[in-house]
């Protein structure tokens, strides 16, 4: 049975840092992606890895303050999150796809999710 895992979320203040990770079992992904979603939007696309973890995207609103990285001894990925700010909020879920891909419709397999709440 397939399954993802996320964990780390929690209460963050403005400019403090988070660090999100996500176990997968059952499978090997060749990307995996993380996502947030918050009440009434869309899930919007945070940031994604190859599987080598050599090739990796980010949305512009995250570039320069998040990074992804994977460990693929421990089938898990991490988002590393710098610098918050109020509007990363939300529920972030993580992801797999056969390919690298920003787009949500891309991914097969999600996680049930992880609050991050920045607020001071």
């Known amino acids: 049975q397939v399954r993802l895992s996320e964990s780390g979320g929690g209460l963050v203040q403005p400019g403090g840092s988070r660090r999100l990770s996500c176990a997968a079992t059952g499978r090997t992904f060749n990307a995996m992606g993380w996502f947030r979603q918050v009440p009434d939007r ?11 973890g050599r090739s990796n995207v980010y ?10 990285s994977r460990d693929n001894a421990k ?3 991490y988002l590393q999150m710098n610098n918050v700010k109020p509007e990363d ?4 879920y993580c992801a797999g796809a056969r390919s690298l891909d920003a787009r949500a419709q891309a991914y097969d397999h999600w996680g049930q999710g992880t609050q991050v709440t920045v607020s001071s």
Not at 42 to 52: K, N
Not at 59 to 68: E, L, Q, S
């Open 42 to 52: 869309q899930r919007a696309f945070v940031a994604a890895i190859s599987q080598s």
């Open 59 to 68: 949305a512009d609103a995250v570039k320069g303050r998040f990074t992804i």
């Open 75 to 77: 089938n898990t990925i």
């Open 89 to 92: 909020t939300g529920v972030y």
